[in-house]
């Protein structure tokens, strides 16, 4: 029962996710004026991310997953909420290191629930069909958010997303423990 | 935890609607960020002059941007609404027999080429690249390769202004004529150019071809071999910037109409803008060093020899790559100059600008094409005061405060040598010179800013030029 919750949560957070990934580069481009600003940006991002795996890691599996992705959701509401008031670089790259603390927070939670939860035989068919939940999520939010983007502007995408994410915020709160 | 959401989430949203109150818009020279109260744009006349309206009624300043490629704030004023005219870009008419067509004023010169490439129909004068608006180029009064018509003024046959009173006025040679060579280089302080009239020429095919000469041979060449000689049309040249051969090489391109017209069919197809991945990488390397200035200068050479002989319809010509000098680098910036130089002291200018600048270290000077402009005084601000060659330089910069400064001075000692040669400079560009130069290469100066006075005396119109000389 539970693990069906998490789908939903992993299908809304990437929802909100894949709405600002493919068009905050919009906003980089806004803010940065060269290329080599551009990869700094997105170099942070995986840098932080690296270095803050083995932390995360250890925490999971103290403090549990759950902490995690609440950490993550509202980590993320919060933070989309100062991503449309950027307009310097050094913005964009503060705003990046956070990023890649959150990202990399998501992305071993996922995975350790992932683990926790499935069975070892089964594996392959079970995590194929957390993907394909989570996958049609996030192209229906890339391809409706487009036409958004058309509608209102970039600076509105930052907003509902966080909305979304802090939703998820409650949602993950609510929910029983252990997840799994 | 919802509450704490909330109050930080109406917090940015407030702070953000207050960020985009007051945009900071730029111009291509990236030197002028300014802060506008607005940006406006429309495609209803009506709505223009709304905004031309509601601006007097709460004394705003507005000032007319179309591609803003000019680099000295012509476009832009602090606090001020920007009027971007790119949307009111229709094409009202084409009077096939008669060769004219009216179009709104934020038409691109490339929207008018495929309008009317297949009537075979093409442009009198243009720049080389085809994408500014038609009321950027009369406000800034363009020249282009074309050397037997010289000044876009020449092809403009009438436009409606709309004044700082919000009035509409009908602007030829005919009738509010003092306007006629205020407006055209009027450099947007006059009012709005509404529609404009443009006369128009047959496409014809030009045969290409080209030659290396040295710099002192160039006048004569010129005019023995291109002036004189009635079938040629257009013409373009450029002069060496590598330091082993810094302005003495020279080759020139010129384009003559073909034996054969009936070809014409063949090379009518508009070209778009090609792979540039290849001249955007060398003019790359030729901003680093001077290998990469050689490289560069070579492989322009090379690309000019290949060409030599083939066929190139007009409307083609008018058409250039421009893509490639695109430039994204956070504390460097390219600038322009253009200076014009009568013809017969062309020889003796250059040795003057060459030692003036040879010994620049931190003057990168990209690249030089000359063109031709014969002489036209019908502008009040007019820069062709004799059958002249204009050099158009490209420079490497720093944004940086020193930067400037270095420039600045460079500039101003080359502008020095084209006055002492008898020439002008241009004005669409930084705000480097200072204003006794003006005066200098624009003896009617005062007279354009008196008159703006008398036209606009609230200063409805306003811009950083207007700004930094008119005083």
Known sequence: ?180 | MIIIYTVIFAGSLILFQTQLASPVVEDRGRLLPVKMKSVKSSDSEDEIKNIVREANLHDDKISIAGMQHSQGGQTLYPGGIMLDVKQYNKILELDEKNQLITVQSGVTWAEIQSYINPYGLALKVSQSQNIFTVGGSISVNVHGRDIRNHTLIETVESFRLLNAQGKVLNVSRDENSELFGLVNGGYGLFGVILDVTLHLTEDELYQVKTQSISYDEYSTYFTKNVLQKENVKMHLARISVPPDSFLTEMYVTDYSTADDQSLLGNYTTLKRESIIAIPKFFLGLSRTNEWGEKMFWNTQKEYSERINGTYISRNNVMRSDSLFMDYNNASKTEVLQEYFVPINQYTAYIDDLRDTIKDEEDFNLLNITVRYVGKNEEAVMSYANDDMFALVMLINQGTSEESIDTTGRVIRNMIDVTLKHDGTYYLPYYHYPTKEQLIEAYPRSEEFFEMKEKYDPDERFMNLFYEEYHK
Not at chain 1, 23 to 41: P, T
């Open chain 1, 1 to 180: 029962m539970n693990y069906r919750k998490f789908i939903i949560y992993q299908g809304t957070i990437g929802m909100a996710a894949s709405m600002i990934f493919p068009f905050y580069v919009l906003l980089l481009k806004n803010v940065g004026s060269s290329y080599a600003q551009f990869g700094w940006a997105y170099g942070l991002f995986a840098l932080t991310a690296a270095l803050s795996y083995p932390v995360i890691g250890k925490f999971a599996d103290q403090a549990g997953d759950k902490v995690l992705l609440i950490i993550y959701s509202w980590g993320m509401a919060l933070i989309l909420l100062v991503f449309p008031l950027a307009y310097e670089i050094w913005h964009i790259y503060v705003l990046q290191i956070f990023m890649g603390l959150l990202g990399a927070v998501q992305k071993n939670s996922e995975k350790t629930v992932l683990a926790r939860s499935v069975n070892k035989e089964t594996a392959g068919n079970e995590i194929g069909r957390y993907h394909i939940w989570t996958s049609i999520g996030a192209a229906i939010a890339v391809i409706a958010t487009g036409y958004l983007v058309d509608f209102l502007t970039i600076g509105s995408i930052f907003y509902i997303a966080s909305i979304v994410f802090a939703w998820s915020g409650f949602y993950m709160m609510k929910m029983e423990k252990p997840l799994v």
